[in-house]
T-cell receptor, first 113, second 114 residues
């Protein structure tokens, strides 16, 4: 059984640029959730995708967008990067629309300068 | 609205001593509750979960937690701390009827003193 993987591991971008982060869900899981974890804070829910459709969104602006593909992998896109977007971005996968057991990937560390 | 409060952002215990990490929640519907551990530069690993079955939940690495509805608490305990337990611990809540959005506490950093 393959766990949740994320790429890249680290990323440095300049303010105003755009970034795409990728996540492969655990085998057998069809739901992916994205979280932003700022330094010293708990993860904050960005959004969730279930069977390629957005299934819930947290309090993040529209410049945070996502996709889920037929193989249930997912992308998180952030446009017009701001310094405050610097954080660890975590992806979690689960099974089913109401699946409560989420398995997290190692995260992507994004630094915006 | 749902939220989680973790009392004590830093906890230090001696090796072999009891570990107690506190978590209180607020939820408009019966909650599902979780404890996760995060080691430096890693993602979150599930320690244990409460999903409306037994109120005393046993997890991995000797940790357990008790759901107390009257106190809206879900404190994490371990009888004897080990050096490898040093990490960041997060309590999280989700709604039992959706299971999508998790609300995390701000975390408790556990230090184990040899």
């Amino acid at each position: 059984e393959t766990g949740v993987t994320q790429s890249p591991t680290h990323l440095i971008k300049t303010r105003g640029q755009q970034v795409t982060l990728r996540c492969s869900s655990q085998s057998g899981h069809n739901t992916v959730s994205w979280y932003q974890q700022a330094l010293g804070q708990g993860p904050q829910f960005i959004f969730q995708y279930y069977r390629e459709e957005e299934n819930g969104r947290g309090n993040f602006p529209p410049r945070f967008s996502g996709l889920q593909f037929p193989n249930y992998s997912s992308e998180l896109n952030v446009n017009a990067l701001e310094l405050d977007d610097s954080a660890l971005y975590l992806c979690a996968s689960s099974q089913g629309q109401g699946g409560v057991e989420q398995y997290f990937g190692p995260g992507t560390r994004l630094t915006v300068t | 609205a749902q939220s989680v409060t973790q009392l004590g952002s830093h906890v230090s215990v001696s090796e072999g001593a009891l570990v107690l990490l506190r978590c209180n929640y607020s939820s408009s519907v019966p909650p599902y509750l979780f404890w996760y551990v995060q080691y430096p530069n890693q993602g979150l690993q599930l320690l244990l979960k409460y999903t409306s079955a037994a109120t005393l939940v046993k997890g991995i690495n000797g940790f357990e937690a008790e759901f107390k509805k009257s106190e809206t608490s879900f404190h994490l305990t371990k009888p004897s701390a080990h050096m490898r337990d040093a990490a960041e611990y997060f309590c999280a809540v989700t709604l039992s009827n959706t299971g999508n959005q998790f609300y995390f506490g701000t975390g408790t950093s556990l230090t184990v003193i040899p």
